[in-house]
């Protein structure tokens, strides 16, 4: 099994920056996989945020967080970062963590196989 643990969430004023952390563990977590940040608004299903590949050589964004949201990783810490800049009101929700036992990027969230619990982002306006 893995295990994903987020943190970093919080309160903070539209225009605002705030950096994500997701850290992984257990046996079967291998620095290969796909890892990826999605996000779940109030009243809305959950929706794609960002992917990186294992090697980080391959990364994808949502269109709404383009030029804002840079993804990263640290494979020697299995961890995977979201920094999130120029925060708008919008961008609050539940943010997910999750992996995908492959190397290549997807956004669908049906191949991402373990989820972390999320950590709450909230943007004031």
């Known amino acids: 099994q893995v295990q994903l643990v987020e943190s970093g969430g919080g309160l903070v004023q539209a225009g605002g920056s705030l950096r994500l952390s997701c850290a992984a563990s257990?046996?079967?977590?291998?620095?290969?996989?796909?890892m990826g940040w999605f996000r779940q608004a109030p009243g809305k299903e959950r929706e794609f945020v960002a992917v990186?590949?294992?090697?980080?050589?391959?990364?994808y964004n949502a269109d709404s967080v383009k030029g804002r949201f840079t993804i990263s990783r640290d494979n020697p810490k299995n961890t995977v970062y979201l920094q999130m800049n120029t925060l708008k009101p919008e961008d609050t929700a539940v943010y997910y963590c999750?992996?995908?036992?492959?190397?290549?990027?997807?956004?669908?969230?049906?191949?991402?196989?373990?989820w972390g619990q999320g950590t709450q982002v909230t943007v004031s306006s």
């Open positions: 990186i590949s294992w090697k980080g050589d391959s990364i």
């Open positions: 999750a992996v995908a036992r492959m190397t290549g990027i997807t956004t669908t969230q049906q191949w991402f196989d373990y």
């Open positions: 257990g046996r079967t977590f291998s620095s290969t996989y796909t």
